[in-house]
């Protein structure tokens, strides 16, 4: 007898009750630092009915301390303490003791504004079908100060984009930790992460996994902080070789483990990295600081420029940014290309600027923070 491999589609999710448990997950490493802001920030939460589950991974600074002084004086902190095993075991570890409806992530260097809770609650009640739901960040320096607003150029989606993800080899708007909320139903599709992949960027998994299974949401508005210091990926704009490759390897790795995931559940259908723009991105950027021959470098700009067109998620202002600031860069020495590269990634007023023109329907007279 043949056996049928299901297809994807959207899930049915079970309607949330009155008031909702919101579990919020935090994993922590030595970040004493940044902690007492982080909870401070959930426990100040406009909606009240939340529980925090904070999983020390092995901090050997004071951040266990600070994390059990919370927790002994507010019931809805918990701390959870283990051998330094990497993010995603701290995840898994959180996850497990969650008894919410609907699940957060912060991470112990971010903070929460106060009504983000309230506002996600809002958003599931008004749109029952979304099990995965994302919003806008504000990032701060390292003197705390708002430095620009994350998505630059491309857009959120919303509704169902599991075949869309297919056909672009997993891409679409990913986001920091600290602005992901899922459906806990859902969360048991990604849950638990491979933990002996994942000591960091636990969090690709998920966003890569789950709008596979449910309709995605988002909030334009900005609802939390990410705050960009020398410990995390986006802390300086000094692009080598090294840090792409690691930004490579952050995409290669969720793209492959949902893979896995999806012939364990007895789907047929795959991520074909060749398709993800991402991933195609960061690969010119490295042959470019590798000084290849010019004829390497236009072979690369071609298979980006091709997949940058057909790009569903970028603008025509976002595509002509894009495509114009590389094409300079490699006709340019290595230490401009270099500088180019930090530029087009860092934030700046330009980049602020350039947003209100770039996004798809965006008018020039959008505020943008």
């Known amino acids: ?52 589950i904070i999983c020390d991974d092995g901090s050997s600074d004071g951040s266990l301390r600070i994390a059990r002084e919370f927790a002994s004086c507010d019931s809805r902190v918990r701390v959870i303490r283990q051998e330094n095993r990497g993010q995603a075991s701290a995840l898994n570890a959180a996850f497990r003791e969650h008894r919410g409806e609907i699940t957060c992530i912060i991470d112990a260097d971010d903070a929460f504004l106060p009504d983000k809770l309230q506002r996600l609650l809002d958003y599931y009640r008004v749109h029952p079908d979304v099990g995965l739901l994302v919003h806008s960040m504000i990032l701060l320096d390292q003197y705390d100060t708002p430095s620009d607003r994350i998505p630059f150029l491309s857009r959120f989606e919303h509704g169902w984009i599991g075949d869309k993800l297919i056909l672009r080899g997993g891409r679409w708007r990913f986001m920091p930790s600290s602005a992901l909320s899922f459906r806990s139903e859902v969360g048991a599709f990604a849950f638990p992460i491979p933990e002996e992949h994942f000591r960091k960027n636990g969090e690709t998994l998920i966003y890569t996994l789950l709008p596979l299974f449910t309709c995605v949401g988002y909030i334009k508005e900005p609802l939390s902080y990410y705050r960009m210091h020398e410990s995390n990926m986006s802390g300086y704009f000094m692009f080598d070789i090294e840090t792409l490759r690691s930004w490579e390897s952050s995409l290669i790795l969720p793209n492959a483990a949902v893979n896995e995931r999806l012939e364990a559940l007895g789907y047929a259908q795959r991520l074909d990295l060749s398709r993800n723009l991402d991933l195609a991105t960061i690969r010119f950027k490295i042959h470019m600081l590798e000084t290849q021959p010019l004829g390497v470098r236009l072979e690369q700009f071609r298979k980006l420029m091709v997949l940058t067109l057909k790009d569903d998620l970028l603008g025509v202002g976002g595509k002509s940014l894009v495509l114009g600031g590389h094409l300079v860069s490699m006709l340019l ?37």
Request: glycine residues 2%; contains cysteine; charged residues 20%.
């Open 333 to 369: 020495s290595r230490p401009a290309r270099q500088w180019i590269f930090n530029r087009m990634l860092s934030p700046s007023p330009l980049k602020r600027i350039l947003q209100r023109f770039s996004e798809p329907g965006r008018s020039a007279t959008v505020r943008v923070l």
């Open 1 to 52: 007898m043949t056996t049928i491999a299901p297809v994807l589609c959207p899930m049915e999710l079970r309607p949330l009750g009155d008031c909702p448990l919101v579990s919020v997950l935090m994993p922590l490493h030595n970040y004493e630092q940044f902690v007492a802001s982080a909870i401070s920030s959930v426990l100040e939460q406009t909606y009240r009915n939340f529980e925090l």
